[in-house]
């Protein structure tokens, strides 16, 4: 086998790199509503108003859902692609600040990240 590969190896990286973001966010959406999480979609970032000037919503790095827990614990879910996902600076300063203020802040890849991570925590 050339370079250590297993067979079948490179189909599944192929696959992988094919997946998007907005694809796992829409799976975190669906899974979450499955379970009955309340959660909201959060955007972030600007546009420009009728007269050229920026106007900004959300703040820089907020993650991409917003759910709450049990007992009210916030829970922020940043969702990547599989592969070449990355967090940018401010991402990973907003999820420490959450995670250092007894939220939970995670990032996630696919829905059974989602899942592992949520146990894990306790949440579900």
């Known amino acids: 086998m050339a370079g250590g590969r297993k067979p079948g190896r490179r189909k599944v990286d192929l696959a992988l790199k094919l997946v998007k973001e907005n694809s796992v966010m829409s799976a975190v959406q669906q899974f979450l509503a499955l379970r009955g999480i309340p959660h909201w979609r959060i955007n972030s970032g600007g546009l420009q108003d009728a007269h050229g000037r920026m106007v900004r919503f959300g703040a820089k790095g907020m993650s991409d859902f917003y759910a709450i827990g049990p007992s ?3 829970i922020w879910i940043e969702c990547k692609r599989p592969v070449g996902g990355r967090l940018s600076e401010a991402q990973k300063e907003f ?18 990240s989602l899942e592992q991570q949520l146990k894990g925590e306790g949440v579900i």
């Not at 999820?95 to 059974?112: A, C, M, P, Q, Y």
Request: hydrophobic share 40%; glycine share 20%; charged share 15%.
């Open 72 to 74: 009210g614990i916030s």
């Open 95 to 112: 999820l420490d600040t959450v995670n250092r203020s007894g939220g939970i802040g995670i990032v996630v890849n696919s829905v059974e």
